[in-house]
């Protein structure tokens, strides 16, 4: 992160973000929080983003709002293999979680997406998720007196693509997941862990090598890779729709695991519904695709090891985001 720091992130704007969102307090956001030069935190915007993002008037119908998808009981996702839209249309993939995604270097599956401010414009118009059109939507939008007005007392300016765009991303930058059994044992707390969970660290990180892509503190690198899901990608060719690169063919790019008990079903199109499955797929080795990362390697696991392993990623669980963390980050409570 240190390199895009220089770019895009304020000293003053993390301190906002800080007071915003309580950092220090129990620790709860370790890490500074990039926001772009034009875009800074303020209370009045997140609190806008938050009604955005949960307001179903920003799809076609009326009936869709980003949180039908990504939904706060669900790590921020709808627990569905592919995400339904509008008129019950199937999305073409499996929703992520954006918790954390203030840190992701890249957005979507295809990691492609620079910016959270960018990427809100793809689901709107996206014909299958909110079917809109920003041409229809934000007059309808600034048609919304309590909507043109915020517009007009944070930016200055009429509701526009601009505002709508900021506030959004301003309020996805308050979504964080740093309160895990694992985040505190991290902090030096050994009893945070129990032996079994620390047996199922040990074994994901050192036996088994996950953690080269899947590294903590996000337990992701951001990096496009192909896992070796299958032989195969004809349905969805992964990376490779973005540069028609072959060796793209397949590379996805890497989850984060925080939360992965929550946010099942896995992969890009949902397909493993368990853990179980997911394991069963990486100690197989893969279905050997052309572009099978060479860390994909196979493996045999005790069943007591598999149950550690599964332990472990019980404590990447963060109960404290699901409750109580929710009065203090969220400076209204969402409406679930
Ligand atoms: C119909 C379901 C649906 C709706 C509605 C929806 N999303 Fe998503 N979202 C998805 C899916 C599916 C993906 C994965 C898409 C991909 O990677 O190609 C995704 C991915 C994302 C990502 C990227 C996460 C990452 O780490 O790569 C962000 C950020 C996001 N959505 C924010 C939003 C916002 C903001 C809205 C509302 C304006 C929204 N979404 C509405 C289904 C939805
Ligand atoms: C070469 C990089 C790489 C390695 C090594 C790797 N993974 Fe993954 N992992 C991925 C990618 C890429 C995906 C997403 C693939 C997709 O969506 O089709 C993924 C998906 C997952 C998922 C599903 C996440 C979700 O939200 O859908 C789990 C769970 C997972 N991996 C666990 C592991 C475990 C356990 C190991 C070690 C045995 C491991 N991974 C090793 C790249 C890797």
Redo the contacts with the bound molecule.
């Keep these: 992160m240190k390199e895009k720091i220089g770019n895009y992130f304020s000293l003053s704007f993390l301190i906002a973000t800080c007071l915003l969102v309580s950092c220090g307090q129990n620790n709860v956001i370790p890490f500074p929080v990039p926001t772009p030069i034009d875009n800074p935190m303020t209370e009045a915007k997140i609190e806008l983003g938050r009604q955005l993002?949960f307001d179903k008037r920003?799809s076609i119908n009326n009936t869709?709002?980003?949180a039908?998808?990504?939904n706060p009981k669900f790590a921020m996702t709808d627990r569905l293999p592919l995400?339904?839209?509008v008129y019950g249309r199937t999305?073409?993939?499996?929703?992520?979680s954006?918790l954390n995604?203030a840190y992701?270097k890249t957005?979507?599956?295809?990691a492609h997406v620079p910016s959270?401010e960018m990427?809100?414009i793809v689901?709107?118009q996206d014909h299958a998720?909110?079917g809109h059109n920003m041409k229809y939507l934000i007059p309808k939008l600034k048609g919304i007196k309590a909507y043109q007005s915020a517009a007009r007392e944070i930016f200055n300016r009429d509701f526009d693509a601009f505002v709508l765009t900021r506030s959004?991303a301003a309020f996805?930058r308050t979504l964080f997941s740093f309160d895990s059994k694992f985040d505190r044992y991290s902090k030096g707390n050994e009893n945070a862990l129990s032996a079994i969970e620390k047996k199922g660290w040990q074994i994901f990180s050192q036996k088994l090598n996950c953690v080269s892509c899947h590294a903590p503190p996000f337990f992701t690198t951001y990096e496009a890779a192909n896992n070796g899901l299958y032989h195969s990608y004809e349905k969805d060719e992964g990376r490779f729709r973005i540069h028609n690169d072959s060796s793209d063919i397949g590379k996805f790019?890497v989850p984060s695991l925080r939360n992965i008990e929550l946010t099942f079903p896995y992969m890009h199109d949902g397909s493993m519904k368990t853990l179980d499955e997911v394991l069963t797929h990486y100690s197989q080795g893969g279905k050997h695709p052309k572009n099978q990362d060479v860390r994909i390697k196979g493996f045999s696991l005790s069943s007591a090891d598999r149950d550690a392993l599964k332990s472990f990623f019980s404590s990447l669980t963060d109960t404290s985001f699901l409750t109580t963390i929710y009065g203090k980050k969220w400076l209204v409570l969402p409406p679930f």
């Design positions: 993002f920003l869709v709002s980003c039908s998808c990504h995400s339904t839209g999305a073409f993939r499996n929703a992520s954006i995604s992701s957005l979507m599956f295809d959270l990427q809100a689901p709107l998720e909110m959004l996805e790019k």
